[in-house]
């Protein structure tokens, strides 16, 4: 923080603990309709169940805070999927967080993202000696992929255990703290007035999923919907693949791509909205005044959008074994090394800094 800073400013040197880790070990198999949002959720939820985090104010427990979050169980997620876990890490208070992955997911993202940065390049975004020498790193990795990993001896802070097969439902975070985790049939049936799909907290996949949902349903929705995709090559995706035309037609307000409700101090619900958000956190006032927020997949998001009101569980299953018989189709990833409109400008790119 900026006292450090200033200590080091003022000294010369700058004092560096090392912090202890916690440990969030997944296994078995993810259920039917369940979500990466929803293993973000049972972290907290789980936390909880053992002691190791509570809700209340006076006297809080929390295990993460100060700590690093490992998250082991999950090898084989896109590294798209892995930032939904790793994001969530500051809402547990964490001072960083790292999933342990296998090489062939990281070799895909950083060969599509090669591919973005002379894209970038190409398009006079930002500097570009920094991005070449980002590329210049990434394809040295790429030359003799080695991972970090934890030693076999590691000790920890503490071990938190998450069965995925005992994960049957959604989980949320009710209104207004990102550590208050519940099951959905503990909320079910809550009226709902907005609901924002967006954030650093979404991907591609997501507003494909909720653009689905959108398109099959029939009618005027009963709540108010934001719709903000995290990056501009995303929303040029979505239009292009037409469900920019969905959102609209559903009366959706389309934002800008980037933080939008998020941020807390662009676009704001109205006062005293109860709301269902995809995005990262659900401090009091932050996306509206006297609001309150539940933090939810954007599956479910879709579905309270759908009924105005939070699903019971068999409700939302219903809903998103819909979106399941084209989960193939609904989450791809934006890999820029198999779209000819990125590939065809970053081939052009001759670099100027020497290797």
Known sequence: GSG??????????????????VLVRFKGKMQPGITLRDLVHAIPLYAIKQGLLTVEKKGKKNIFSGRILEIEGLPDLKVEQAFELTDASAERSAAGCTIKLNKEP??????????????????????R??????????EKWLANPEL???????EYAAVIDIDLADIKEPILCAPNDPD??????AVQGEKIDEVFIGSCMTNIGHFRAAGKLLDAHKGQLPTRLWVAPPTRMDAAQLTEEGYYSVFG?????????????????????????TVVSTSTRNFPNRLGTGANVFLASAELAAVAALIGKLPTPEEYQTYVAQVDKTAVDTYRYLNFNQLSQYT???????????V
Request: glycine share 10%; net charge negative; charged share 25%.
């Open 249 to 273: 037609k559903s009366g959706a307000r389309i934002e800008i791509p980037g933080c939008s409700l998020c941020m807390g101090n662009q676009a704001r619900v109205a006062d005293g909205a």
């Open 148 to 154: 970090l990993e934890a030693d076999a001896d590691a």
């Open 106 to 127: 990281i070799i895909e993202y950083l060969n599509s993202n090669i591919v973005l940065l002379k894209w970038m390049i190409a398009e006079g975004y930002g500097d």
């Open 4 to 21: 450090l800073v200033a200590f080091a400013a003022a000294t010369g040197v700058m004092p560096l603990d090392m912090p202890e880790s």
């Open 344 to 354: 065809e400008k970053a081939d052009g790119v001759i670099f100027q800094t020497a």
């Open 180 to 185: 208050d985790a519940r099951p959905l049939s």
């Open 129 to 138: 000696r920094t991005l070449e020498r980002r590329i210049q790193g990434m």
